[in-house]
């Protein structure tokens, strides 16, 4: 990371607090699929009292909502919703007023829970070892111990570590299920600009999991949350140990960061970057830019750099909106639409995609392929 050690005066400055104009809104019991393609009846109330249009809102959630029982029930949802996207049926499911209203309640309803990934992860990358790979990603680390209860070295003398937490993004079943196992699809609802692989010019295989909500929070004691700011913001108090301080001092940090005002200048250096070409992950590059973009203020920079810690702590990108919900990608879609709500992971006890599977917590369909219209 950078400090303020590292800057140059540069030519040109930009005003990272200036407003900017950059939305970034970031995946029914109802057994007769086909009745889903019917035009879905307007929710947003004008003229009403906000407890009669709420009422009226949550009639019309819970209508849509789809909630199997089983994983072989799931299943037989996303190949019925596949052929309606093969017709070119797919009517997106939530407005903004009920995804809104969805949101007010933080409880999680879905019985299953939706995960979608690179499929090389089913493998362990450092190891391996077929299926033992894990769900999600590396949240924090802990030393690996011989049987004296000491650490491990490598050939190199240092100490081995492993993942002791993981981190996952996903989201409930009756938010992903329209997309059926179409990674085009699921990435548009998601607000995910899908892009090949820069190496091979061709998408990576990726991976749908279905997780079971209950099973897995009892035997991995994981817990589950809407990604809004003031959850992310806990989070980070958590698990973005880089921003150092006493308690009050790295509250007030982050919070200067978790917020939409910051987003927007985090997501715009971003933007910048790939109209140019620079590789933002590259130290030197980002050094670069960002000299060029805040110069010598060393307030900025700190902000700037904590942001991008907890971005690399939790994942919380660019495209992060604080609202528990993504943007879309969808065609014909207005703006303002909604994607989905998503669920962020802490997995505290981390088991491998075999362990899981054997114990029923997940159904895994290891290769998924787009519809073809």
Request: charged share 35%.
């Amino acid at each position: 990371l950078l400090s303020a050690a590292d800057v140059e005066n540069p030519q040109t400055k930009i005003d990272l607090d200036a407003e900017i104009e950059h939305s970034v809104p970031v995946h029914e019991r109802q057994t007769e699929v086909e009745t889903r393609v019917q035009s879905e009846p307007e929710t947003r109330q004008l003229d009403e009292g906000p407890s009669q249009a709420k009422l009226k809102l949550a009639k019309v959630i819970e209508h849509k909502f789809v909630n199997p029982d089983t994983f072989e029930e799931a299943e037989k949802i996303l190949n019925n919703n596949r052929e309606l996207l093969k017709q070119g049926k797919y009517v997106h499911k939530y407005s903004l007023d009920e995804m809104e209203l969805i949101l007010e309640n933080p409880a999680i309803r879905d019985k299953y829970v939706t995960r979608i990934m690179d499929s090389r992860f089913l493998n362990n990358t450092r190891t391996g070892e077929v299926r033992g790979g894990y769900l999600g990603a590396p949240l924090e680390w802990k030393a690996v111990l011989d049987e004296h209860g000491k650490p491990k070295l490598d050939a190199n003398g240092k100490e081995i570590h492993e993942p002791a937490r993981g981190k996952l993004w996903s989201a409930g079943f009756d938010q992903t299920e329209r997309g059926d196992k179409c990674p085009e699809q699921q990435a548009a609802m998601a607000g995910v600009n899908r892009e090949p692989n820069a190496k091979t010019g061709k998408f990576d295989d990726q991976t749908m999991i279905l997780i079971d909500r209950e099973k897995y929070r009892a035997i991995t004691g994981s817990e589950f949350f809407r990604p809004t700011w003031e959850n992310m913001t806990d989070l980070a108090m958590r698990f973005a140990k880089r921003i150092e301080g006493t308690e009050p001092e790295r509250i007030a940090r982050i919070q200067k960061v978790m917020n939409e005002r910051f987003q927007k200048s985090y997501a715009k250096v971003f933007e910048i970057a790939k109209e140019r070409g620079v590789d933002i992950w590259d130290v030197d590059d980002r050094r670069r830019l960002l000299n060029e973009l805040i110069g010598d203020d060393a307030k900025k920079w700190q902000q700037w750099n904590d942001r991008f810690v907890i971005h690399q702590a939790l994942g919380a990108n660019e495209y992060f909106l604080g609202t528990g919900y993504t943007k879309n990608l969808l065609a014909g879609l207005e703006k303002q639409a909604p994607g989905i709500a998503e669920i962020f992971i802490v997995e505290n006890k981390l088991m491998t995609i075999k362990e899981l599977e054997e114990a029923g917590v997940i159904n895994t369909f290891d290769v998924i392929t787009p519809v073809e219209k």
